[in-house]
C-alpha cells in the first residue's frame, strides 16, 4: 500500500512539474513514462485487426454452472444477474462448487448452435472459457474444477471452436481473471503474505491463458473480465506481460482493454489517456454516446448487450426485467455499426445445452 502512495505521490509532483513546463512551453503533451501503459497507440491495421472489425456483430455466449439453478435457489427467485447467483444467495463455494457434478448438458448441439448463429449473421462469438466462479470449459491441466471432471466430460470448448469455425465464424475467448474458486485469488492485497498468494495465482492464470493460446490455435481474440479489482490493478506488470505473451503464442491475437492496467493501476486507458489492448470493450449494456464519447472514433470498440435487462447467464425466469424486442436490438446493432464500432450481442444458455 505505501509504496502504491509513493508511486502516486510522485506520479502527481512529476503531472505538476509536466503542467507547468507544459504552459510554459504552449500545449505539450504532458506524458507520464510508464513501462506499463499502452503498447502501441492508434487502431492496429494488420489483417487479424482489420478481419476483426469488418465483423461488426458478434455473438456473446455465457455459459456455466450457473446455468444450471438459472437464478434460482431453494425455490427462491434472485432477480440480480443469474451468473452471480453463488453471491446473491450467499452459497458456500464448497456447495456451489459441487454443481460440476450436475453439468451434463445432455441436449447440447455445438453444429445447431453454430448453424443458429450463421443465420442470426454473426461473424464471430465470444465464449466464457471461465466465469467469476471459476468453472472451466475446458480440461484445464491446471485446476481439476473442469468440464472433463463433470459427467459431461468432454471439452465443450473444444466442441464449439471446432463448429463455429465450419460456419465461418471466428471464436474469441472469454476469461475472466476473477476466480471465486481459486484459493489464491485475493480482492486486494494488503501484506507481503497477500502478495506471495496472489503471485502464486497470477502464474496458474497466466498457465491458463497460455493453455488456451496453445491448445485451440484457431482462436481469434482474448475478452478479459473481472479486472476490476485492486489485487489486479496492483499488477499492471502482469497484464502488460499476458498481452505480449497471447500475441508472441498467437500473433494477430485480438485484446480488449478490460486485461489491461498500468504501473499506477489505470485501467482501460493509462496514464496518458492512450487506451491499452486492441479495442476499447468497456460499453456494456449500452452504447457510445455519439457526442459525449465523439473520442471513439480515436480507437476501435465493441459494446456488448444483455437481451434482458442484466442477465449475462441463464435465468429460468424472464418475466422479472425488460426483454429488448427484435426491433429494439436491431436499432442497436445499426447504431453501433453506423458509429464504427462491434456489437456483442449475449445468449445465456440453458444448464441442459438449449438456447
Ligand atoms: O460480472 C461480469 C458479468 O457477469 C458479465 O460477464 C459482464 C459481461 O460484460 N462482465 C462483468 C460485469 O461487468
Known amino acids: 500500500m505505501k509504496m502504491m502512495n509513493m508511486k502516486k505521490i510522485l506520479l502527481g509532483l512529476f503531472l505538476l512539474g509536466s503542467l507547468q513546463q507544459a504552459g510554459a512551453q504552449g500545449t505539450a503533451a504532458v506524458t507520464v513514462p ?71 448438458p445432455v441436449k447440447f448441439d455445438a453444429k445447431k448452435w453454430a448453424r443458429m448463429a450463421k443465420n442470426m449473421g454473426v461473424k464471430y462469438m465470444t465464449i466464457t472459457t471461465k466465469h467469476h466462479e471459476g468453472f472451466c470449459m475446458w480440461p484445464s491441466k491446471y485446476t481439476e474444477f473442469n468440464v472433463g471432471n463433470s459427467p459431461y466430460k468432454k471439452d465443450i470448448l473444444k466442441e464449439l471452436v471446432d463448429a463455429y469455425n465450419a460456419e465461418g465464424i471466428d471464436v474469441n475467448f472469454y476469461y475472466s481473471v476473477l476466480d471465486w474458486h481459486h484459493p489464491d485469488w485475493l480482492y486486494d492485497i494488503k501484506s507481503t503474505e497477500d502478495s506471495v498468494a496472489f503471485a502464486r495465482f497470477l502464474v496458474f492464470a497466466g498457465n491458463q491463458l497460455k493453455e488456451l493460446a ?121 447504431n453501433a455499426t453506423a458509429m464504427g464500432g462491434n456489437f456483442l450481442l449475449n445468449f445465456g444458455p440453458a444448464g441442459d445445452g438449449t438456447f
Open 214 to 334: 496453445t491448445n485451440y490455435p484457431t482462436v481469434k481474440g482474448f475478452w478479459f473480465d473481472g479486472t476490476w479489482d485492486n489485487s489486479v490493478k496492483k499488477n499492471g506488470r502482469w497484464t502488460y506481460e499476458m498481452e505480449k505473451m497471447l500475441k508472441e503464442i498467437r500473433p494477430g491475437v485480438v485484446v480488449n482493454s478490460r486485461l489491461r492496467a498500468d504501473d499506477f493501476g489505470k485501467r482501460h486507458k493509462d496514464s496518458n489517456g492512450q487506451l491499452m489492448g486492441d479495442y476499447e470493450s468497456g460499453y456494456e449494456r449500452r452504447l457510445p454516446n455519439p457526442v459525449k464519447d465523439l473520442n471513439v472514433t480515436q480507437w476501435d470498440w465493441e459494446a456488448c448487450m444483455t437481451i434482458p435487462e442484466n442477465q449475462w447467464g441463464y435465468h429460468k425466469d424472464w418475466s422479472i426485467s425488460h426483454i429488448k424486442t427484435p426491433v429494439e436490438l436491431l436499432e442497436m446493432i445499426v
Open 34 to 104: 510508464l513501462k506499463y501503459g499502452a503498447q502501441y497507440s492508434g487502431k492496429r491495421t494488420d489483417d487479424a485487426m482489420n478481419k476483426w472489425r469488418s465483423n461488426r456483430f458478434g455473438q456473446f455466449i455465457h455459459w456455466g454452472l450457473y446455468a444450471i439453478p438459472g437464478g434460482i435457489w431453494k425455490g427462491k427467485t434472485y432477480n440480480y444477474a443469474a451468473e452471480f447467483l453463488k453471491s446473491s444467495a450467499r452459497i458456500p463455494t464448497p456447495v456451489w462448487d459441487s454443481l460440476m457434478y450436475q453439468f451434463n
